[in-house]
């Protein structure tokens, strides 16, 4: 049983290693469906495989970090030939999910994202701070490579830096909260959660490619979810409305028709940015009240149980010890 147990183990490894690379490189074809170009460099508004990196590590721990490693280079590949700058985006995509995985883990990070404080770790430690690892190793190669001229470092730094930190901020939480997700338990919630998807499925797509530069109606969307479905149909919803948006900027149409390169990408940057941190944030705010609420009433409850067993003479619960009563009890 013992020999078994130690060959499983190398094999576990390697599967759950292969599926990480598998679903970065998954992650880093989705992101570039809906690429934009800055100054010859190729650029997605949000990269996918940051958040399945982070996450990945978070869930998995820290060995997986060779299928990171791997998926990156599959990525790198289908871009570009692989040569020394390649290798050096290889690191650059490596190190910041482990960078991020160090911070949230120093800072007492806990998956299940029941508290604010997890929650702001998360966008100021494992998106904004660790992301600039990657945005600046890449943009730095860049520029000493020749691809870049240096008078271009900040204008590709910029979406870099966004987009690894908003794969971070919109991916990472669902996948660390979809496992522990359980399905409405009354048929009242399962009405409430179509209705949500339909309304969602009509408004997110008018809102994102009309031109009146409607995109502010999303967020009622997002508070709805958040206070009915907290983490998880938040993030749903802010995540739906981020793939829309990204498509209509790189399509050029709704709101992001007749406008600068730049525009495009300050519009895209912020209303991304807006999204997930709304929904994160306020969702975290509510599971944790709603959290709370349940540990007052379960203390509540069982303070009643103890007051009624003692009121009925009999030993309180829980092994509580009960006080005698006679002539010599004080």
């Not at 049983?1 to 190398?10: N, Q, Y």
């Not at 001229?149 to 971070?168: E, I, N, Q, T």
């Not at 009309?210 to 999303?218: H, M, P």
Request: overall charge positive; some cysteine; hydrophobic content about 55%.
């Amino acid at each position: 049983m013992v020999a078994r147990r130690d060959l499983r183990t190398p094999a576990v490894y390697a599967l759950r290693t292969l599926a990480v690379a598998v679903c970065y490189y998954a992650g880093g074809r989705l992101g570039l469906l809906y690429e934009l170009r800055v100054d010859g460099s190729v650029v997605s508004p949000v990269w996918p495989p940051t958040g399945i990196a982070v996450a990945s590590l978070l869930l998995l721990g820290p060995r997986v970090w060779p299928g990171i490693a791997l998926g990156a280079l599959l990525v790198i590949a289908h871009l570009t030939d692989l040569g020394p700058t390649s290798l050096g985006l290889l690191f650059a995509n490596t190190a910041a999910p482990l960078c991020a995985y160090w911070l949230l883990r120093r800072a007492g990070f806990r998956t299940d994202l029941g508290r604010l404080r997890d929650c702001l770790s998360l966008v100021f430690l494992g998106g904004f701070a660790a992301m600039l690892v990657s945005s600046t190793i890449a943009a730095g190669l860049l520029v000493a490579s020749g691809d870049l001229p240096s008078g271009s470092f900040w204008s590709v730094w910029l979406p870099w830096w966004v987009g690894d930190a908003m794969g971070v901020l919109l991916v990472a939480p669902l996948l660390l909260v979809l496992p522990r997700v359980r399905s409405p338990a009354h048929w009242s919630r399962w009405k409430e959660a179509v209705g949500l998807v339909l309304v969602a499925g009509a408004v997110v797509p008018f809102a994102t490619h009309s031109a009146g530069s409607l995109l502010f109606v999303v967020y009622p969307l997002l508070i709805w979810s958040a206070l009915r479905f907290e983490l998880p149909g938040s993030m749903l919803c802010a995540l739906f409305a981020s793939v829309l948006a990204t498509e209509a900027a790189a399509q050029r149409s709704g709101p992001f028709a007749h406008v600068s390169d730049m525009q495009i990408m300050v519009n895209l940057h912020a209303f991304n940015a807006a999204a997930a941190l709304t929904a994160l944030l306020l969702s975290a705010v509510i599971t944790e009240q709603h959290n709370t609420r349940r540990s007052v009433e379960r203390a509540c409850k069982e303070l009643v149980e103890v007051l009624e067993h003692l009121a009925a003479g009999e030993p309180a619960p829980h092994g509580r010890p009960q006080r005698e009563e006679g002539p010599g009890a004080r």
